[in-house]
């Protein structure tokens, strides 16, 4: 069974209607509570102020109500996970934000689900499927 793991850009892209809003769509119809998407609390983080400072934080309330619908499990960005991502921001210069969701793919050995080209830094480290 594949793992995968949703960068803001791509839950964005689902909220916002987006070109490739059907792919997340799709993961989300097959992902189950005990099968779940995953994400980093620093990226759900993205999602919440990218939101709010587009539509005012009463929208960006209502979004993160939605996304706890979802069956996305939101993961802590603990020490580890924080060494992994210091790590991807050393070698490949990504936005830090970014390290945190490829950290987790990393950690999970799972598919990153993206719309942001920043992720073509990383050459072929991680699978990656673009929206």
């Given at each position: ?58 929208s960006a309330i209502a979004t993160l109500r939605e996304i706890a619908q979802l069956p996305i499990m939101i993961v802590?960005a603990e020490m580890e996970m924080t060494r992994l991502a210091a790590g991807l921001k050393a070698e490949y210069n ?38």
């Open positions: 069974m594949k793992v995968w793991v949703l960068d803001s850009s791509a839950l964005m892209t689902f909220f916002e209607d987006r070109s490739g809003a059907d792919k997340v769509e799709e993961l989300l119809a097959k992902a189950t509570a005990s099968d779940p998407l995953w994400m980093s609390v620093v990226n759900w983080g993205e999602v919440y102020y990218s939101i709010w400072r587009a539509r005012g934080e009463k802590d990504l936005p830090y934000a970014d390290c945190f969701a490829a950290a987790l793919a990393h950690a999970r050995k799972a598919v990153l689900v993206t719309s942001d080209r920043d992720f073509e830094r990383i050459g072929g480290a991680l699978k990656i499927v673009w929206l």
